[in-house]
């Protein structure tokens, strides 16, 4: 075997240093399963208590269990949230804020991406324009005083490459017009707007909250399987393409190493706020957590406060304008 070869195959996989955080509470969002459930081993093995927020709590138990075969010790307790449904948002929040218990970090990870047919949450918004983004705006905005009690908490919010193709279409939002790939593109440059948006905010009214994005860059995770199969759909030929394509390993990477960048804004002393954080390997891909390339719609700071005010409009949810004061 060539020298360079067998050197590509025994080369070690990317992997990051987590502090110590005994003591610290997280928060995950689509914990059961995917990028979710890796994040949520990781920070458990380092000594966070970790609260799952998951739609199934069967499944929530289940990645528990599993959690636990390898860390015994793991603190997790299960909470069941719908980000498809701001009532469930307000309701977990609710029981949240009753317990009064800083939140170190916010991982607003779960969403939903590509399915073939125009769906609609629970308050008739886009499914996932409201799922990935009114969902963890609304829980964001529920859960900030828990933040700012925290005293130096983090939110890290999921994106995706494919917000580089995203545009807000500021007339049709809700996806009238409906293309799986477009509607999904404006949902993740609307998460990544979000995340920079609100370390503004925070920065000008002392919050103390840092706000970081992260993506995976081409990992393999069963969000490739479960919106374009959404409800039943038939995918057959994009789930054969896409099963193909995973077979090309410098394309794609497990979610060991998916999770990194996430893990890294919501971990690393050096992760800065308002950052955007993806693999540092070609195209951003795969590889080690490094400063992602930002899309230029996304420097767009008139339009993210566009958003930001239509977004606490129809989750009928508002911001602190300046300080705001915990009990």
Same mark, same amino acid.
């Given at each position: ?79 069941? !949230?719908?980000? #498809?449904?701001? %009532?469930? @948002?307000?309701?977990? &929040?609710?029981?949240?804020? *009753?317990?009064? /218990? ?44 828990? !933040?700012?009690? #925290?005293?130096? %908490?983090? @939110?890290?919010?999921? &994106?995706?490459?494919?917000? *580089?193709?995203? /545009? ?160």
């Amino acid at each position: 075997m060539p020298k360079t070869t067998r050197a590509r195959i025994n080369r070690p996989l990317p992997d990051i240093q987590i502090p110590d955080l005994h003591g610290k509470v997280a928060v995950v969002t689509g914990a059961n399963s995917g990028l979710g459930f890796g994040l949520t081993g990781r920070l458990a093995r380092a000594g966070a208590e970790v609260i799952l927020a998951v739609r199934n709590k069967e499944k929530g138990a289940e990645a528990v269990a599993r959690i636990r075969r390898q860390t015994p010790e793991a603190t997790l307790t299960i909470r069941h !949230l719908d980000l #498809a449904s701001l %009532s469930s @948002v307000t309701d977990f &929040s609710d029981e949240l804020v *009753r317990e009064a /218990r800083p939140i170190d970090i916010l991982l607003n990870n779960a969403g939903l991406m590509m399915p073939p047919v125009r769906d609609e949450t629970e308050d008739g918004f886009e499914l996932q324009f409201g799922t990935n983004h009114l969902g963890h705006f609304a829980l964001t905005a529920h859960l900030l005083p828990l !933040l700012r009690a #925290a005293g130096t %908490s983090r @939110v890290v919010s999921l &994106s995706s490459l494919i917000a *580089r193709t995203g /545009r807000l279409d500021f007339d049709d939002l809700q996806g009238l017009r409906y293309r799986a790939h477009r509607a999904y593109g404006l949902s993740k440059l609307a998460t990544l707007m979000f995340a920079r948006e609100l370390n503004r905010r925070s920065i000008a009214g002392t919050w103390g909250v840092r706000s970081i994005a992260a993506h995976p860059g081409a990992t393999v995770t069963n969000l490739q399987i479960t919106g374009p199969t959404h409800k039943g759909a038939s995918a057959r030929v994009f789930l054969a393409a896409n099963a193909a394509s995973h077979r090309i390993g410098w394309i794609w990477q497990q979610i060991d190493q998916g999770i990194l960048p996430a893990l890294y804004a919501a971990t690393s002393p050096a992760a800065a706020g308002g950052g955007y954080y993806g693999p540092g390997g070609f195209g951003e891909l795969t590889g080690a957590p490094a400063p992602a390339k930002l899309p230029p719609r996304s420097l767009d700071e008139a339009a993210a406060r566009r958003l930001w005010s239509i977004s606490e409009e129809l989750t009928n949810m508002t911001y602190p304008t300046g300080q705001i004061s915990c009990r």
